[in-house]
């Protein structure tokens, strides 16, 4: 069965600093991943996604995320946060019909 | 980028009535409409899929008698919580696929519900 585990539930960061929200897939197949992310009682953005192709993938806002097969990982990077991207990070994974969210990262940057 | 609204943004009702939530499609057509429930802090819950023109598929443990949903077109799928309590207050989003399988997903803004 597909699952997504997103292991921090909450991360601090100082303002310009990196950033590396980890998410971990379970699925039988080869998955399709994506991290939306949540501003408060709004819906969700994508920030990027992969299918196939290179496992390094940019997406909008500075974001990046790499795929690693073997680690069933598809953690999410960002060289230098801006106090604009405190929100909640979702990392879902694409199964037969649906898609599996993670719990959700909140992302705190502070000054 | 595909657009998905929803509508409304926020609502308030009073426990047993209903009440419905559009979710629009707005420069694609929808094959297939998904809901989520969210509640404080947590992670989407999928409630149930639709598929235009068919019933829905609810996920284990969703009330299709209390959630009903309808896509009777390519562009719009409504979700109407039916006799309203104070335990469905909660965040719904739907999101929007033109291919289903395996291909995006586009979200709306989602509405807060909330039932006095």
């Known amino acids: 069965a597909q699952s997504v585990t997103q292991p921090d539930i909450h991360i601090t960061v100082s303002e310009g600093a990196s950033l590396e929200l980890r998410c971990n897939y379970s699925?039988?197949?080869?998955?399709?991943l994506f991290w939306y992310v949540q501003s408060p009682g709004q819906g969700l953005q994508l920030l990027l996604k992969y299918f196939s192709g290179d496992t390094l993938v940019q997406g909008i806002k500075g974001f990046e995320a790499e795929f690693k097969r073997s680690q069933s990982s598809f953690n999410l990077r960002k060289p230098s946060v801006h106090w604009s991207d405190a929100a909640e990070y979702f990392c879902?994974?694409?199964?037969?019909?649906?898609?599996?969210f993670g719990t959700g990262t909140r992302l705190t940057v502070i000054p | 980028g595909a657009v998905v609204s929803q509508h409304p943004s926020r609502v308030i009702c009073k426990s047993g009535t209903s009440v419905k939530i559009e979710c629009r499609s707005l420069?694609?057509?929808?094959?297939?409409m998904f809901w989520y429930r969210q509640f404080p802090k947590q992670s989407l819950m999928l409630m149930a899929t639709s598929n235009e023109g068919s019933k829905a598929t609810y996920e284990q443990g969703v009330e299709k008698d209390k959630f009903l949903i309808n896509h009777a077109s390519l562009t719009l799928s409504t979700l109407t919580v039916t006799s309203a309590h104070p335990e469905d207050s909660s965040f719904y989003i739907c999101s929007a696929s033109f291919q289903g399988l395996g291909t995006e997903a586009f979200f709306g803004q989602g509405t807060r519900l909330t039932v006095v």
């Open positions: 420069d694609f057509q929808a094959t297939t």
């Open positions: 699925y039988g197949a080869t998955p399709y």
């Open positions: 879902a994974v694409n199964g037969a019909n649906n898609l599996f």
